[in-house]
């Protein structure tokens, strides 16, 4: 059973770069699966960010695109997310989540980070 | 960009039937999921692929799919079945293609 740990900090200023770390455990790199970031800002519904795949290759939301990149280190079963130009809007609860492929379901989450875009 | 539609709320009494809708353009051509988020969680997998239930996942969970319309049916609704749900699909009608999430519709247990 794959089990993913959001990290990073929970505090990030205007105009700055969110960085956050999903730290997937039990299986996903070399399974040929797919690892999303999907967000929440508080009181407000799923939006996704983006996946990337076990090739490395990844797919962007477009309202998004010019902004973020996600990346993975598998030596290290890590998958890093940044979001660059942050403003108040990007205040949310981060999800990475798993699917086994691009138009799977979602079936592990992890717990959620809440990062808050302030100064 | 392929646009879901969800009903903001939806309230039944327990052990009434709740159905919660997810519209969009030949959704019915379209694999659905939905997930269920319960306040501070994250969100859980109810149904995929339509109608498909994963373990653990209670059989008064039910979901179908036809025209432009989705459906997630919960039999003999429960207090802890109130939260908010979530459809989703994969939008490969698009270049690139991408996931797009309904809304959400919070489920109120009377």
């Known amino acids: 059973q794959v089990q993913l740990q959001e990290s990073g900090p929970g505090l990030v200023k205007p105009s700055g770069t969110l960085s956050l770390t999903c730290t997937v455990s039990g299986g996903f790199i070399s399974d040929k699966n797919c690892l999303s970031w999907v967000r929440q800002p508080p009181g407000k519904g799923l939006e996704w960010i983006g996946e990337?795949?076990?090739?490395?290759?990844?797919i962007y939301n477009p309202s998004l695109k010019s902004r973020v990149s996600i990346s993975v280190d598998k030596s290290k079963s890590l998958v890093s997310l940044n979001v660059t130009s942050v403003t108040a809007a990007d205040t949310a609860v981060f999800y990475c989540?798993?699917?086994?492929?691009?138009?799977?379901?979602?079936?592990?989450w992890g717990q959620g980070t809440l990062v808050t875009v302030s100064s | 960009s392929y646009v879901l539609t969800q009903p903001p709320s939806v309230s039944v009494a327990p052990g009434e039937t709740a159905r919660i809708t997810c519209g969009a353009t030949?959704?019915?051509?379209?694999?659905v999921h939905w997930y269920q988020q319960r306040p501070g969680q994250a969100p859980l997998l109810v149904i995929f692929y339509d109608g498909d239930r994963p373990s653990g996942i209670p059989e008064r969970f039910s979901g179908s799919s036809s025209g432009n319309t989705a459906t997630l049916t919960i039999s003999r609704v429960e207090a802890g079945d109130e939260a908010d749900y979530y459809c989703q699909v994969w939008d490969n009608s698009r270049v690139p293609p991408g996931m797009e999430f309904g809304g959400g519709t919070k489920l109120t247990v009377l």
């Open positions: 990337i795949y076990d090739s490395g290759s990844t």
């Open positions: 030949y959704i019915g051509s379209k694999s």
């Open positions: 989540a798993t699917g086994v492929s691009a138009a799977a379901p979602l079936g592990n």
